[in-house]
């Protein structure tokens, strides 16, 4: 099992702004300081990566990951997007069961639900059968959750709320990249321009803007590929400069990890699903997180919701 960081060491460091990253869903419930709304406190569940699907126990899984999240009575659910199982090659036919399986799910969520689009959540970008790339690969998500756009923005007890689409579709060996386009990066600047300066901020979307991930599992010299991460992300990092930006909460890596840097907090939500179905990956299992948002801190832990897999990988 991991080492346990003594909560008084935690606290220092981020109190003093350090940069400090944790990848230890063992860490059990953390506090540390930020500059919050003074509306009371925003409980916030927060998951990532279901990769919702028919096959198996996993409609078992949904509904049980739904009944967690429901018995913490949060103010808020946010979404980071790989709600489904679906992959560039799918056509509409192929990724309906898959919707069908996380609907249900999404259904079962008591509560303000709002989610941000994933890479799986696109399809017929690529379609296997021979077919032309469909107009518009977003039109299955915006249509199944009911909305004009995939980024959006609102307000909850004092935080301004806003989910991004993380996905370009860059026709290269990847496939994709993880950017926020110049036309998303305009509205967020129309959107700060209307906030009071120390309004505090909360950003949710799929491929993550800062991880340590990659340095810790791969080394330090270890070049993130451009369908990992949001490559442009300092150039969005610094629209938010002279606002109040207290969290960034993302996925895509399938791991529980938290990093503090400048005063803003990035959490990566671990997994639905693990390690795609099969168990803990890097030590994360299948879970997502609780937060709650004070005026003087953030806490956080991440939790488990009682499934396990069947076949797990070695």
Known sequence: MPEQIPRRRLLHALAAGSAMAVASPALGLS???????????????????VHARREGDTPAALTMAANRINALKPDLVLGGGDLVDGKFSSSAADVAPCWDAYMAMHRAIKGEHHVAIGNRDLAG???????????????IFKQRLGLRRTYQAFDALGYHIMLLDSVHISGDKYKYHGRISTEQQEWIKAELSRLPRG????????????????????????QAKPNR???????????????????????????S???????ITFITGGAICGKWWRGSRFGTP???CDITLHPDRIEWEYLTY????????R
Request: charged share 15%; net charge negative; hydrophobic share 45%.
């Open 31 to 49: 506090t540390w300081p930020m500059q919050g709304s003074g509306r009371g406190p925003l409980r916030i569940a927060f998951y990532s990566d």
């Open 125 to 139: 970008v690529l379609p296997e059968d021979g077919t032309p790339p469909v107009e518009d690969p977003r039109l």
């Open 199 to 222: 309004k505090p901020i909360v950003l949710a979307l799929h491929l993550p803007l800062a991880t340590a991930f990659f340095g810790v599992t791969r080394g330090m010299t270890f």
């Open 229 to 255: 991460v949001v490559v442009n992300n300092t150039e969005v990092l610094d629209l938010f400069a002279e606002h109040n930006l207290v969290l960034v909460l993302q996925g895509h890596l399938h791991v």
């Open 257 to 263: 990890e938290l990093l503090r840097w400048r005063g």
């Open 286 to 288: 299948e879970g997502f």
């Open 306 to 313: 009682g499934w396990h897999a069947s076949h797990p990988a």
